[in-house]
């Protein structure tokens, strides 16, 4: 990379953070106090965060994200790299057909199965349980389509030895294919987390108790029913937002590179 | 050696959720479209096609469909002409490229929800940034979102906000696959920094402006988040975005037969769109190498 210009640098700096000054400044105002704040005056505090996590929950509300988002991204990208095996590596009757059917699922608009998956998880008791918040997050046609693209570009000499060694299917995709493929794999594993950390209106109708309310929720919540002293108390609310973004941030400023590679390859190739 | 039915083993478990969570519910929406249902009542009475008839009679749908349409096709426009511009400078692999690229890209994985409550104090009325800079230039309080006529180019402003970086990151890599050549021949040819702009780079990157454009159009009929966080639909209808309009149906109405009929004719409207896109790209994109 080259480092240019000092005056460059400092003007790309000065518009980079002209254009995430509200997201920049609502972090600022998260430690303020909000009388102070509303009078004009600047007065540090950290009440907020402890008044987000003590009386309303954001604790809660974090644990329940790091559990939904999580299991959703390693039980989701599983079975999407098992199925982006077979269909990158095997010929079989029917396998089109259901590589077609994966793929499909990228054009259909989630909205549609709103109502039904809504019914089917009430059929089965599962609202208002983890269970039903993850379940219908699983399936991701474009993890399984990405995945198998990346696999298809493994030498098929890889599996033929390990064959030959006398290795099972599982033992292929588990010692050959996923070593090699795990640069995507972990890209792929970020998207999925960030896509469900910020998913918002499937927990909106899967979940009525508070116990289960994700960060999303329990942030919009805090935001429509928690007027503080004529108005909104938007320091309060903005210590809320910071924690609902700080795992993400923290995560995309370690791994932007790996984000970046797999969202452009998806749309790139 | 892998035997005959291993292969369906691997794309079972897949394939049953696939077909769990989203096919089966494209035919439970049909159905449920041509029924009455309140969630709650023992029968679901048959009413043929009266749910469409219903909401094609309606002025709540029509009004929904408009705003949207024009949410959609406002926006992806100015934001796709932003981000290639923005783009094509950004290219270049310094540290001020690479800092801007940052900057861009975070609100793009940044929560929706917070970036919908960041904007609501942004634009609130009394105590918010935007009408605090109009003061201090000497202008007059804003309702912003409290307008009808303001508050839907506010959340086109706050969508573009949010989703110019990830346009920008896939245009950069869309010009990163020209070859550097055709720009050496353009230059030859004596042609200034416009004209390159216009007669290489533009025509180039169309694959990658189609993507994006379908993308993009597909993703804004979907909007929903910023709607339900920072108007609710209002003021008196100026944003109710179709799957805001959706979920009141079906989940503060109660009325499942109505609330199918919209999600049917919503997948009937992106699938056309998703089929004008196959048409148009099959077509004219195949500029590529």
């Avoid at chain 1, 000065?14 to 105002?29: C, D, E, H, R, T």
């Avoid at chain 1, 999407?80 to 990158?88: E, G, L, N």
């Amino acid at each position: 990379m080259k480092p240019d210009n000092p005056l460059v640098t400092g003007l790309a700096l000065v518009a980079g953070l002209i254009f995430l000054s509200p997201a920049l400044y609502s972090i600022w105002m998260s430690f303020q106090a909000a009388d102070a704040f509303y009078a004009g005056k600047l007065k540090f505090t950290l009440d907020n965060y402890a008044l987000a996590i003590g009386q309303y929950h954001f604790a809660r509300y974090l644990l329940n994200s790091i559990i939904v988002s999580g299991l959703v991204t390693v039980i989701g990208i599983t079975l999407s790299t098992m199925a982006a095996y077979a269909f990158a590596r095997y010929e079989f009757p029917g396998g089109n057909f259901l590589f077609g059917a994966v793929i499909a699922t990228l054009m259909i608009p989630s909205h549609i199965s709103l109502i039904p998956n809504y019914l089917t998880l009430a059929k089965v008791d599962l609202l208002d349980t983890y269970a039903g918040l993850i379940l219908p997050a699983i399936s991701n046609g474009f993890a399984a389509f990405f995945l198998r693209q990346y696999i298809r570009g493994i030498p098929r000499a890889l599996d033929e030895a390990a064959y030959m060694d006398g290795a099972r299917p599982w033992q292929v995709l588990w010692r050959v294919i996923v070593p090699i493929a795990k640069p995507a794999i972990l890209s792929m594993g970020l998207y999925v987390f960030i896509t469900e950390w910020n998913n918002y209106i499937w927990p909106l109708v899967a979940v009525g108790k508070e116990d289960l309310y994700t960060l999303q929720i329990g942030l919009a919540r805090l935001y429509r029913l928690n007027p503080g002293e004529g108005g909104i108390d938007w320091p309060l609310v903005m210590a809320a937002s910071t924690i609902t973004i700080l795992p993400v941030l923290i995560g995309f400023v370690l791994i932007e590179r790996h984000l970046v590679r797999g969202i452009t390859m998806g749309a790139v190739k | 050696m892998p035997r005959k039915f291993t292969p369906y083993l691997f794309v079972l478990p897949l394939i049953a959720f696939i077909v769990v969570f989203t096919y089966i519910p494209i035919l439970t929406s049909l159905n449920l479209s041509v029924r009455e249902w309140d969630f709650l009542s023992p029968d679901k009475p048959f009413v043929g096609f009266e749910n469409y008839r219903l909401l094609l009679d309606s002025h709540e749908f029509w009004n929904s469909l408009r705003v949207t349409a024009i949410f959609a096709f406002v926006s992806v426009p100015i934001r796709l002409v932003l981000a290639l511009l923005i783009a094509s400078f950004l290219v270049r692999e310094t540290l001020s490229a690479r800092i801007l690229r940052g900057a861009l890209f975070l609100p793009f994985v940044t929560s929706t929800v917070s970036i919908a409550v960041i904007f609501s104090w942004v634009f609130s009325t009394d105590y918010g940034m935007a009408n605090a800079l109009l003061r201090a230039i000497g202008g007059e309080k804003v309702p912003w979102l409290q307008d009808p006529a303001i508050a839907l180019w506010v959340l086109i402003l706050v969508n573009t906000w949010k989703q110019l970086g990830y346009d920008v990151i896939i245009y950069i890599a869309g010009l990163q696959a020209i070859s550097n050549e055709l720009y050496d021949a353009a230059a030859v040819d004596g042609g200034g920094r416009l004209h390159v702009f216009r007669r290489v780079t533009v025509p180039l990157v169309m694959p990658t402006t189609y993507f994006l454009l379908v993308i993009s159009v597909i993703e804004a009929f979907q909007i929903f988040t910023i709607v339900n966080v920072m108007t609710h639909g209002g003021p008196a209808g100026a944003t109710d975005m179709l799957v805001n309009m959706l979920y009141r149906t079906g989940f503060t109405l109660f009325d499942i037969g109505k609330g199918s009929a919209l999600a049917v004719l919503l997948f009937a409207i992106l699938i056309t769109l998703a089929w004008i896109k196959a048409r148009v790209i099959g077509r004219k994109v195949h500029y590529e190498a």
